[in-house]
């Protein structure tokens, strides 16, 4: 992954060894300190091996500050764009995105009590506007998505029940000193909001800074221009809508930022899910006739310098052989694995004679921060979650249209009643 993000972004980490009953343990302690949501997922307690990474919620770059106090924002920015395969057979996967129908699932599932107003697409745009209330709405809901940390510990972040207004304010009372170090600030909801703001602004600005250049930065998948720069469901969308206005602004990412890289190596997914599995199933077949040619066409690894170079083929045109269908499988797990990292911002107060052109800076209203950005979350999603990833994309976008949708056309409303049953009745006819 470091091909797409850059060297300085990715930290690959080293493996160590860890005694069988260290894990035992660590699993039971932290057990009780993980969100209710998380609890589902198990620890790996049987292989003995662990890997051991930076802290990322400290600065990567600068040791000198490391004594100084470090706010760091985690972001899960999802999947940044809407499909423009020719192969989606559903239309509104054309007009909504992933994220938002997703989200009306998980709420019907239990997985969260109500739907985010965030929009990967709002994020992804380069549009400050729509960016700041893209942050502004992970900030309200934050699920599994955003999370704070001050000097390594969490303060804000994945409650379900929270309430937002008693959490903006705890969250301001921690903010605070890093933005209006003077205390020159009243108290109260508009301070609050001041200081949110003032967040949101800096977030913004970091993820719009020019990062380490990479081999695959320049990697077009798709020209801006195609596909929706906008997802119908976005509630930015609909506010505009409302006040009458139609033209969604998309001022385009920096070539050179972070979030654009991350957009590339998404844009990977060129076929759509609905593209992919058949030729995940060609490529299935080969492999039960020839077992032994699992690890030539490295499907486990190792992700070297040779499968780096067969990701470069962009074509789209299948010529039918396992070799085409075998780059597309590889291209869409780098794509999944895009579509579900996490990016890191560090930031620390600095006086600004500190502050020099070699040292990235961002500026608020009374402070400015040196920073850091990282990319986590990047081991390479498994060849075998494509049937998962397949049916779960069946079943996003049925409940969407049944649920969702109808309720907005009232001739589909007619036809699918929630929670209502009915009875077909079969007449004979004689002919």
């Known amino acids: 992954m470091k091909q797409f993000f850059g060297e300085n972004y990715v930290h690959h980490g080293e493996i160590v060894q860890l005694p069988l009953d260290f894990i035992r343990q660590l699993c039971l302690k932290i057990q009780p300190e993980r969100p209710e949501s998380r609890c589902d997922k198990d620890m790996d307690t049987l292989s003995g091996y662990a890997m051991c990474l930076p802290n990322l919620t400290r600065l990567q770059t600068y040791r000198f500050v490391e004594h100084r106090p470090i706010l760091c924002i985690e972001i899960k920015p999802k999947c940044g764009f809407i499909p423009f395969s020719s192969h989606v057979s559903q239309e509104i996967k054309h007009k909504v995105c992933r994220y938002c129908m997703h989200q009306h699932l998980k709420v019907a599932n239990g997985k969260w009590k109500r739907p985010s107003k965030y929009c990967p697409l709002d994020l992804f745009s380069g549009n400050k506007q729509r960016m700041h209330f893209a942050l502004k709405s992970l900030l309200q809901e934050a699920q599994n998505n ?114 654009y890289k991350t957009l590339q190596a998404q844009m990977l997914d060129m076929l759509d899910i609905e593209g992919l599995y058949p030729l995940y199933n060609r490529v299935e077949q080969y492999l039960e006739e020839f077992p032994e040619e699992r690890s030539t066409l490295q499907i486990d690894g190792p ?97 969407y249209l049944k649920n969702v949708q109808a309720k907005d056309d009232p001739v589909m409303s007619s036809l699918f009643k929630e929670n209502e049953d009915c009875t077909l009745v079969l007449h004979k006819v004689t002919l």
């Open 303 to 399: 992700y070297n310098e040779a499968f780096y170079e067969k990701l470069l083929d962009l074509s789209t045109e299948d010529d039918g052989t396992v070799a085409f269908a075998l780059t597309k499988v590889q291209q869409y797990r780098i794509a999944m694995t895009a579509k579900d990292c996490s990016i890191m911002i560090a930031l620390s107060p600095c006086l600004q004679d500190e502050c020099s052109e070699q040292r990235p800076v961002v500026l608020a209203s009374k402070s400015r921060f040196t920073f850091s950005v990282s990319v986590l979350d990047l081991d390479l999603k498994p060849y075998e979650s494509i049937p998962h990833q397949y049916k779960l994309d069946g079943k996003i976008v049925n409940y």
């Open 146 to 259: 955003l999370k704070i940390f001050k000097n390594g510990e969490l303060i804000y972040g994945c409650k379900d029940d929270q309430d937002s207004v008693s959490d903006w304010n705890e969250l301001a009372r921690h903010l605070k000193p890093f933005f209006f170090p003077s205390n020159g600030l009243v108290n109260g909801p508009h301070c609050t909001r001041t200081i949110v703001k003032e967040l949101i602004h800096v977030i913004t600005m970091a993820l719009l800074s020019s990062t380490d250049a990479c081999r695959a930065g320049d990697m077009r998948t798709v020209p801006i221009s195609q596909g929706r720069s906008y997802c119908e469901a976005s509630a930015f969308n609909k506010e505009l809508v409302r006040n009458g206005k139609h033209k969604l602004e998309s001022s385009g990412l920096p070539r050179g930022c972070l979030l």
